[in-house]
C-alpha cells in the first residue's frame, strides 16, 4: 500500500445483465486507492472537502475501513460530477473492493464505448484529488469532453424472452431442480430449454456440453426453436462475472445458501454470498413469484426485497413465516402427514401426493431432495403448470444416471448399495450422508469416499474431512488432480486428515482419483454395506465401472424397500 503507481484501475468489467448493483446491465470499476490510504488525516480530510465531500469530520486512520469508506463515498462523488458535465443522469454505488487497498464504484450503461471510456476517466481524477494545487472541476470538464467525443458502441445483449422464465439458483440443489422443473413442464406437454453446470438441453437432447449455467446459457437456451418455457441454472460466478443472462423472471427459485466458494470474486462471507444469489429475486415480474426456502434464514430473509410475489417451500408445515406469508397473500409448500401439500389463502390446505411416491425424495429419506422437490413443484405451479401434470411428473422423475447423473444416483452390486452424487461441500455431504444412514440396515457399515478442490477456503476443507468422518464408518480421499487450483497438493490432503482426526477417525487412505478409491471400497465392505462416492471429475468412469463389474441402478420400488429394510 503506498503512492508509487497512484490511483488505479485495477479492473473495469462489463456487466451485461442484471447484476449485484443493479437490476440493469451495468459497468464495475475496481480502484486501487493505496495514496489515498497513506494520507494523514488531517490531510486526507481537507483533500476530500477540497474534491466535494463537505461533511467529512474524521477521514479515519490510514489504511482503516472508515478511510476506505471515504473514499468510496469521493469516487461516487467524482463519478456523479463526471457525469453531471456529460449532460447524463447517473445512478452510482461504490463499496469496499476485495483488497485491502481497493474500492468498486458501480454504475449502470446503455452504450458499451461510452460507458468505458467513462470508467477509465475515473482513476485519474481520483489521482487529481490528491494534489491540492490543481482545479478538479477543469479536469472533470477536460473528461467530459474526451467521453463525449468517443463512439457509442453497442447497446447491452440481454435478453428480453417472450416466454417464461424460471431462474434457479442456491448453494445446493441447483441442477436436479432445474432438471426437475423442465421434466414437470415436459410432462405437461411443453416444449422446453435448460441450462445446468452439464450443458444447455432442449426437451431430452444434449444440445452443447458445458458449464452454461451463467449468461451464455441462458441466449443458447433461448435460441432454441419451438419452446414454450426456459429453465437457467443461474450460478454466483456467472452473476458476479457477466450479470444474469434475461432481463427478468418469470419465477424465481432459491434453494439455500450455505459455505462454498467464499474468498472468491471479493465475496468472503455468507451474508455477501446471499446478496449475489438474491440478484434473481429482483428482477422477478410484479405478477411472478420467487420461491424461497423458509428454513435457510438468509434465504428467507429475501423475501423482503423481492419483486415477485412470495412462495416458500418448509419442511415444517408450521413455520412462523408460512403464516406470515399467507396472511400477506403469498403461497407456500410443505410436508404434512407424509404427503405434500400447497397452502395459499384461499386453500389453506390441499394434498398433492405422500412424499413416498416421489422417487427423487428417495422414499422421504432425502430432506436435500424433499425440498428441491417442493422448490420444483412451486416453480411450476407458478408458471401455471397444470396441477395434475405436476404431481404426474414428481411421479415419474427419477434419480438415475440417465436423468439426473451425478445427483444421488443408487446402484446394487454384489449385495452392497453405491450412491454417487456430486457433493462438493459440507451441506451437500450432510445430505449425501444422511441418504447413507436412511438405506443402511441395521449392523451394516457406511463407507464414504470424498475430494475437494484446492480453492475451498482451509476451514472449509477442515469442515469437510469432519462430516465425513463423523458420517461414515470408514473414510478415503480422492484426490482431484486437475482442480488443485494453485493449492499445494499435500496441504489439500492434509486439511481434509485433519478434519477426519477431529472428526474422530484415523487418517484416511488416499487415492489417485475417485475409481481408485471405489475399487478399495467395494474390496473393504461386505454385503449390506452402504458405499458412497463424491463424484467430481470423473462420473462417466464411475459409472461405465460399476456396469462393468454388473451394477444396475435401483428404481424407485428398490429404494423404496432398502428404505424399509433399513427402517426394520
Not at 488416499?510 to 470423473?538: C, H, K, N, Y
Request: aromatic share 4%; net charge neutral.
Amino acid at each position: 500500500m503506498g503512492e508509487a503507481d497512484g490511483v488505479t484501475l485495477d479492473e473495469l468489467r462489463v456487466l451485461d445483465g442484471p447484476n449485484l448493483y443493479f437490476t440493469r446491465p451495468a459497468l464495475k470499476l475496481t480502484l486501487g486507492v493505496g495514496p489515498w490510504l497513506v494520507q494523514l488525516d488531517e490531510r486526507a480530510k481537507r483533500l476530500a472537502r477540497r474534491a466535494g465531500i463537505p461533511s467529512v469530520a474524521s477521514a479515519g486512520t490510514p489504511g482503516s475501513d472508515q478511510r476506505r469508506r471515504l473514499i468510496a463515498r469521493l469516487a461516487v462523488h467524482l463519478t456523479r460530477e463526471l457525469a453531471d458535465a456529460t449532460q447524463t443522469h447517473l445512478a452510482v454505488r461504490g463499496r469496499l473492493g476485495p483488497n485491502p487497498d481497493e474500492v468498486v464504484i458501480a454504475f449502470p450503461w446503455r452504450r458499451q464505448g461510452t460507458a468505458e471510456a467513462f470508467g477509465r476517466e475515473l482513476a485519474p481524477l481520483l489521482q487529481l484529488g490528491l494534489d491540492g494545487r490543481r482545479s478538479l472541476a477543469r479536469a472533470i470538464d477536460e473528461a467530459a469532453r474526451r467521453v463525449t467525443a468517443v463512439e457509442p458502441g453497442p447497446p447491452p445483449p440481454a435478453l428480453r424472452p417472450a416466454i417464461p422464465i424460471i431462474a434457479v439458483t442456491g448453494t445446493n440443489g441447483k441442477t436436479t431442480t432445474v432438471r426437475l422443473i423442465a421434466h414437470l413442464a415436459r410432462t405437461a406437454g411443453q416444449s422446453v430449454a435448460y441450462t445446468t453446470t452439464d450443458g444447455v438441453y432442449r426437451d431430452d437432447e444434449l444440445v452443447e456440453a458445458g458449464d452454461y449455467s451463467g449468461f451464455g446459457g441462458a441466449s443458447r437456451a433461448l435460441a432454441q426453436p419451438g419452446i414454450a418455457l426456459a429453465v437457467l441454472e443461474t450460478a454466483r460466478g456467472g452473476i458476479l462475472l457477466r450479470g444474469i443472462g434475461t432481463d427478468h423472471n418469470d419465477v424465481a427459485v432459491v434453494t439455500n445458501v450455505t459455505a462454498d466458494h467464499l474468498d472468491q470474486y471479493g465475496i468472503r462471507t455468507l451474508d455477501q454470498l446471499a446478496e449475489v444469489k438474491a440478484t434473481i429475486t429482483k428482477i422477478t415480474r410484479p405478477d411472478g413469484w420467487d420461491v424461497l426456502n423458509a428454513d435457510d434464514p438468509r434465504v428467507l430473509a429475501m423475501r423482503r426485497q423481492a419483486a415477485g410475489q412470495p412462495w416458500l417451500f418448509s419442511l415444517d408445515a408450521d413455520h412462523p413465516a408460512i403464516r406470515a406469508t399467507l396472511a400477506e397473500g403469498g403461497r407456500a409448500v410443505s410436508v404434512l402427514d407424509g404427503a405434500l401439500v400447497i397452502m395459499s389463502p384461499r386453500r389453506p390446505i390441499h394434498r398433492m401426493l405422500p412424499v413416498e411416491e416421489v422417487p427423487v425424495t428417495l422414499a422421504g429419506i432425502s430432506a436435500h431432495n424433499l425440498s428441491n422437490a417442493m422448490a420444483a413443484a412451486a416453480a411450476a405451479l407458478g408458471a401455471a403448470l397444470p396441477e395434475e401434470a405436476v404431481i404426474e411428473g414428481l411421479r415419474s422423475f427419477v434419480l438415475d444416471p440417465d436423468r439426473n447423473p451425478g445427483r444421488a444416483n443408487v446402484f446394487d452390486l454384489d449385495g452392497r448399495v453405491v450412491v454417487i452424487d456430486y457433493a462438493h461441500n459440507e451441506d451437500g455431504l450432510r445430505g449425501l450422508v444422511e441418504i447413507c444412514q436412511g438405506l443402511r440396515p441395521r449392523g451394516a457399515r457406511v463407507f464414504l469416499s470424498f475430494g475437494a478442490a484446492g480453492d475451498r477456503t482451509d476451514v472449509l476443507l477442515h469442515r469437510l474431512g469432519y462430516t465425513a468422518a463423523r458420517g461414515a464408518d470408514r473414510v478415503a480421499i480422492a484426490e482431484l488432480q486437475r482442480y488443485l487450483r494453485g493449492r499445494d497438493r499435500q496441504d489439500l490432503i492434509h486439511r481434509l486428515q485433519a478434519g477426519i482426526v477431529d472428526g474422530g477417525k484415523p487418517q484416511a487412505p488416499v487415492f489417485p482419483d475417485e475409481v481408485a478409491a471405489l475399487d478399495w471400497m467395494l474390496r473393504e465392505s461386505g454385503a449390506d454395506d452402504i458405499i458412497a462416492l463424491t463424484a467430481l471429475s470423473q462420473r462417466p468412469e464411475i459409472f461405465s465401472y460399476l456396469r462393468d463389474r454388473g451394477g444396475v441402478s435401483a428404481g424407485p420400488q428398490r429404494i423404496r424397500s432398502l428404505v424399509r429394510r433399513a427402517r426394520e
